[in-house]
């Protein structure tokens, strides 16, 4: 049959990215010793040489499928664009893996376990000859309680749930095994005024509102408080931050960014 895609071009343009996007696939993913199984959302692309009309869709797809059939590390996904490199001969490819990543949740009283689901995404880019550029990204929640709220208040503050967002960006990547996607959530959500829960008891209620009541801060706090911790975490090279807080008393939402390279 006529392999269409590989018919000459003569416009001289040489396409950047081209490929596929809106896949939905499940993997399944390794993090600190366990293994979860998630349905991804995923771009996966290629440059396209200038000679040639179009690229090999279903060569991408073969990619894919043959990785959900075993768990993926953050390393794995250097393997992925290197298959594409081969396959579609090309001279650079990256891809976006978006997905609901869990993580066990102990309320602070009663010790009841529940699943609390974090918005995190994979990001690599490689060149033919040269190493992954590796980026997780986190969207990580937790409550916020005003700290000018409570210092005129007679009784209470106002608090509402936030939001941080982080973009990682990863120095070295044959160090990429010792990311744990856990151990990062923990070290932002810590940085509010006090954690959220998916299963609270009275018990447990009573206790986050007397912590965040003890613990105020306002979004420029929060924003603050990730950077340092980020600034600890070994072998990043850059990161991007956004702290967006949900105000309860005002139609609008307090926001706060911040973005800093490393090395």
């Known amino acids: 049959m006529t392999d269409v895609q590989n018919q000459p071009d003569g416009r001289g343009i040489k396409i950047q990215r081209t490929g596929v996007t809106g896949v939905h696939l499940p993997f399944f993913v ?4 366990t ?12 440059a396209l040489n200038e000679n040639l009309r179009g690229t090999h869709m279903s060569r991408l797809m073969e990619i894919l499928t043959d990785w959900t059939q075993r768990p993926i590390v953050i390393a794995d996904v250097e393997k992925i ?22 993580t066990k949740k102990k309320s602070p009283v009663s010790s009841r376990v529940s699943l609390s689901a974090v918005d995190c995404e994979f990001g690599g880019e490689l060149r033919r000859g040269g190493r992954m550029k590796f980026t997780l990204g986190l969207s990580v929640p937790f409550t916020s309680l005003c700290p000018c709220s409570r210092e005129i208040s007679d009784c209470g503050a106002h608090n509402q749930r936030s939001l941080c967002r982080v973009k990682l960006t990863f120095a070295d990547a044959d160090k990429l095994d010792a990311v744990n996607i856990a151990q990062l959530i923990r070290l932002i959500e810590t940085q509010g005024s006090a954690e959220v829960f998916p299963l609270l008891k009275r018990e447990d209620e009573k206790f986050l509102t007397e912590a965040a009541y003890r613990n105020p801060k306002f979004v420029e706090d929060i924003l603050r408080d990730v ?8 072998n990043l090279a850059a990161f991007a931050v956004e702290c967006e807080n949900f105000e309860s008393i005002h139609n609008h939402n307090a926001f706060a960014a911040h973005e800093e390279q490393l090395t």
């Open 81 to 102: 664009l290197l298959d594409a490199l081969e396959k579609l001969s090309t001279d650079f490819a990256t891809i976006t893996m978006a997905f609901k990543f869990f």
């Open 227 to 234: 950077v340092t911790a980020l600034r600890r975490v070994d």
């Open 30 to 33: 390794a993090d600190g010793g």
């Open 35 to 46: 293994t979860q199984q998630v349905t991804a959302q995923i771009r996966f692309t290629v």
